[in-house]
T-cell receptor
Framework: RKEVEQDPGPFNVPEGATVAFNCTYS??????FFWYRQDCRKEPKLLMS???SGNEDGRFTAQLNRASQYISLLIRDSKLSDSATYLC??????????FGTGTRLKVLA | DTGVSQDPRHKITKRGQNVTFRCDPI?????LYWYRQTLGQGPEFLTY????????KSRLLSDRFSAERPKGSFSTLEIQRTEQGDSAMYLC??????????????FGPGTRLLVL
């Protein structure tokens, strides 16, 4: 089993739709969780950290489920500019971080 | 610009040659990471430094790869005797590293390596 798994997609959704991504992780000792966004041929950029209590930033909501070992990202009211690859990142129990393969999102006009 | 910088941005080399990449982290960031990314994959961990100490190195990193961070500031990644399979984007990231709330990694633009 991979340490961090994501559905690679692509997810093709119309503008204004709500879309959700899940990411599962295998190390129960993991403490830090992040979602990064990566545009084509660009470097990853932090979208949001994921806290135990869940957190929201505008149209984006991140949740952590420790019991089932997954994190989720919900995007509401999708915009064309949300089209990108969304990377799930989990620490390995140390300060080494494992990235998922990414989920591609394409928002269609 | 006070972000992470990497040099060069692109490198084309012939198989068997040595290449060296440089990364300048955000000032005062203690941790520095190197990743490799190929098409359709997420960044793959290579190694990381806490100040000048190299604390972990991926098992996937062969002996042809070496990284240094001699004064705890900039870092270099060298690949000796390059192979075509080394072609990838090499990403550097840095973080403050002062505790759980300071683990956010900021990435440089990457060095794209093509081995012919």
């Amino acid at each position: 089993r991979k340490e961090v798994e994501q559905d690679p997609g692509p997810f093709n959704v119309p503008e204004g739709a709500t879309v959700a991504f899940n990411c599962t992780y295998s190390n129960s000792a993991s403490q830090s969780f992040f979602w990064y966004r990566q545009d084509c041929r660009k470097e990853p950029k932090l979208l949001m950290s994921v806290y135990s209590s869940g957190n929201e930033d505008g149209r984006f909501t991140a949740q952590l489920n420790r019991a089932s070992q997954y994190i989720s990202l919900l995007i509401r009211d999708s915009k064309l500019s949300d089209s990108a690859t969304y990377l799930c990142v989990v620490d390995s129990g140390t300060y080494k971080y494992i990235f998922g393969t990414g989920t591609r999102l394409k928002v269609l006009a | 610009d006070t972000g992470v910088s990497q040099d060069p941005r692109h490198k084309i080399t012939k198989r068997g040659q040595n290449v060296t990449f440089r990364c300048d982290p955000i000032s005062e960031h203690n941790r520095l990471y190197w990743y490799r990314q190929t098409l359709g994959q997420g960044p793959e961990f290579l190694t990381y430094f806490q100040n000048e100490a190299q604390l972990e190195k991926s098992r996937l990193l062969s002996d042809r790869f070496s990284a240094e961070r001699p004064k705890g500031s900039f870092s270099t990644l060298e690949i000796q005797r390059t192979e075509q399979g080394d072609s990838a984007m090499y990403l550097c990231a840095s973080s403050l590293g002062g505790g759980p709330s300071q683990e956010t990694q900021y990435f440089g633009p990457g060095t794209r390596l093509l081995v012919l």
